[in-house]
């Protein structure tokens, strides 16, 4: 790993600065040039070229808005379209002056006018903005070629300029060049240096994943015992009320902690799930029976319009059961239970979309509610370590997929999967 420090390889301004000043400079003076040379021929038909062009771009503006106010539904745009119709078309008027412009002009007014006054029904608005399309073609190709002829007396002008063009484009072009060997040797030495920062990162979280993972490990070890204890203590004849109450509160507490270590290990491994193919319609069945018990009394919808997502069968099976189950534990106390489970697929992509009826989340918390053991006001009510969704959001996006959350508090909340095909 390189110890070079960075800020000595930060691309320094200055000399860039004066460079494209030079250029700048060169480019000033070949302008200077073609205008002295081209000045008598370009004062002649300047007029009529910037005519042309101004002439054009009105139309193309009236083309534009004219299908955004046929195509619209919002009052406010189709308004907004008519008064920028009308400016352009009172710009525009006074310059149809070509040959066969004003009669093609006098019937695009026509139509807009139609168009305008039209109720915006579908086929006829369709019907208009296609003879508009029409008649704006015609107008474009009438300034278009106004525009063409004049061209050639600006060129026979310019035919002066073309070897001191040629000289002064020939020194830019060379400093251009060495401007650009240079960045681009400097953009490499950068390019290097972020290359070397994220391998730095990359084996700085590898430690840290191995980390979580021993010591998720290390911990689970000693609970096994007070597990094994606290059940031989509760199988024994004779024990009292409250040692049976106490020695109940510690295997409750063993329970919770072997959860979150539980959770810990599929932290520390979401990063990197295992590679695999599943139906996702039959992920899902096999997951709605296995949680068969926790969903009694739910209202539980499932719409299955996917194939196979690019995901092991255990992996897809972690992420609903965490989906799931967070639709469960906040659950609204004062309406029975609805969750829906959709999935469709949405280009390369399988969408499986989980959906409750439940308290919901303010929006601060759905801010931070991928993050790892943050815990909004409403979750510090109910048990849990604010590690299931931040498993679904780091294995989604190890698998290259997306996570999204969407929740209306005391309403609904909704989690939106997308993974890879298969």
Known sequence: MSSENPKKRVL?????AVALGLVTLLIIGMLGLDVHFSQQEASKTTDIIENAQHSIILLNEIRSHARQFATTDSERESTHSAAVIAAASRSYDPMASYQGEREEWNHLQDLLRQLLASPRGREQSASLVEEIDRSIDKLVAIN????????????????????SDVLVGGIALAIVVLISVWLLRVLTRQRRLIVERVQFLREKNSELEAFAGRAA?????????????????????????????????????VDRMANVVDNMLALSVSGRP??????????????????????????LVTKFRAGRVACAEGVLSQILRNLIGNAIKFRAPSRPLRITVETCDVGPMVEIAVEDNGVGI????????????????????????GLGLAIVDRTTRALGGTCELSSVLDHSTRIVVRLPKA
């Open 12 to 16: 320094s301004g200055w000399p860039v």
């Open 144 to 163: 278009t070629g106004a525009g063409v002829g004049n061209l050639k007396a600006i060129r026979a002008a310019h035919r002066q300029a073309l070897w």
């Open 217 to 253: 490990h290390d911990l689970r070890s000693p609970m096994n015992p007070i597990r094994g204890y606290t059940d031989l203590i509760l199988e024994s004849p004779g024990l009292p009320e409250d040692v049976a109450g106490m020695v109940l509160r510690i295997r409750r507490a």
């Open 274 to 299: 295992p590679s695999g193919l599943s139906s996702s319609a039959l992920v899902i069945e096999k997951t709605i029976e296995e949680m068969g018990p926790e969903l009694r009394g739910v209202d």
């Open 362 to 385: 303010d929006p601060e918390s759905a801010r931070h509610a991928f993050e790892p053991f943050y815990r909004g006001p409403i979750d510090r009510e109910l048990p849990g370590h």
